[in-house]
């Protein structure tokens, strides 16, 4: 019932965005004025549920978001219309991750596009940034790693060489997309490329410059917990002690947002699995359905990491009641 729900709604995110049209059962937009200012707090509230990973709230807010935006982009100046093609920028970003939790890569593919040309038409090298960042994930989808590194790399370039990395929101926004790179190094097995990139992000972003980050951007609360990436990083390079190790200097209460605490656990979950750890494995697992139950009902990896633990070995006490919980075939 879930995933049809959050289907319905990723597909009124593409019927809007590729015919204009909303769902058949999409609530209408206000009967207000269409406002730059009425479409950021839409925005605003998609970027909350984002960073809750409340897969069914964004589902239902981002179509209405969508037609907003559309009705709003028709009614502005021109002058406010960089300040339109920004939010709109931010609301297909959270439109394709939603498409990716759904392993929806091919609707994942046209709202990244949407996301990247919105984000360029605004001029916003931050916005900018977060397209560059999800782009990049699609691409690797599909394999397209030497693609997915140019699209961070060149962004991150083109930051640093426009407005320099003195600013936090500068540093941040170039931090996060060599973190994004090192990720997709790490996945294309180039080892090399994936620890010099880590080690320029971790640089970038000292927490001395990061200090007075606004939330402006969600790479802004992502910036305050690069150490995660290592993890990642190194789980990517088949280095799962290493990975491991750099999980237990973090304290994942201190990951105040919940998507970051979530991957943290995906990810320290994952390394266990492969390292053949079942029982930790499986309290990683547990860790990431009490941050955020919707991920582990949903989520690929959560459903394949399951199926292994359930079939590798002995019973784990809780396996049985958490498979029901989840629905997992």
């Not at 926004?173 to 790179?181: F, N, W």
């Not at 995906?266 to 499986?282: I, M, P």
């Not at 139950?293 to 396996?319: F, I, K, M």
Request: hydrophobic share 45%; proline share 4%; net charge neutral.
């Amino acid at each position: 019932m879930l995933r049809r729900e959050l289907m319905a709604g990723v597909l009124g995110v593409a019927g809007a965005a590729l015919l204009g049209l909303p769902r058949a059962d999409a609530q209408p937009p206000s009967a207000q004025p269409s406002t730059v200012d009425g479409l950021r707090r839409l925005v605003t509230r998609a970027q909350a549920d984002y960073q809750a990973c409340r897969y069914a709230e964004l589902a239902r807010t981002l179509p209405q978001v969508i037609q907003y935006a559309q009705a709003t982009a028709a009614a502005v100046d021109a002058d406010q219309r960089c300040q339109v093609d920004a939010l709109v920028a931010s609301a297909y970003k959270h439109a394709t991750w939603l498409a990716l939790r759904l392993g929806e890569d091919g609707l994942a593919t046209g709202l990244s596009d949407h996301s990247i040309s919105a984000s360029r038409a605004s001029g916003d090298l931050l916005v900018e940034a977060e397209a560059a960042q999800m782009g990049a994930v699609v691409l690797r989808r599909f394999d397209r790693t030497d693609h997915a590194q140019d699209l961070v790399v060149n962004t991150a370039s083109k930051i640093e060489e426009a407005v320099g990395l003195s600013k936090p929101a500068s540093a941040a926004a170039y931090a996060m997309l060599l973190e994004t790179g090192a990720y997709t190094a790490a996945t294309a097995g180039d080892r090399s490329a994936a620890l010099d990139l880590h080690a320029e992000a971790i640089s970038a972003a000292r927490p001395a410059r990061l200090a007075m980050v606004t939330a402006r951007t969600s790479t802004a609360a992502d910036a305050r917990f690069l150490r995660l990436y290592e993890i990642s990083v190194h789980r990517k390079l088949g280095d799962y002690g290493t990975a491991i190790g750099a999980a237990t200097a973090i304290r994942p209460e201190q990951i105040t947002v919940t998507e970051r605490r979530v991957r943290y656990w995906e990810d320290v979950a994952l390394a266990y699995g492969s390292w053949g750890k079942r029982e930790q494995a499986f309290h990683a697992l547990l860790e990431a359905e009490r941050a955020a139950p919707q991920e582990v009902r949903l989520r690929p990896w959560a459903h394949t990491l399951t199926r292994q633990l359930r079939s590798s070995g002995p019973a784990l006490p809780g396996l049985r009641e958490f498979v029901a919980r989840a629905g997992i075939a």
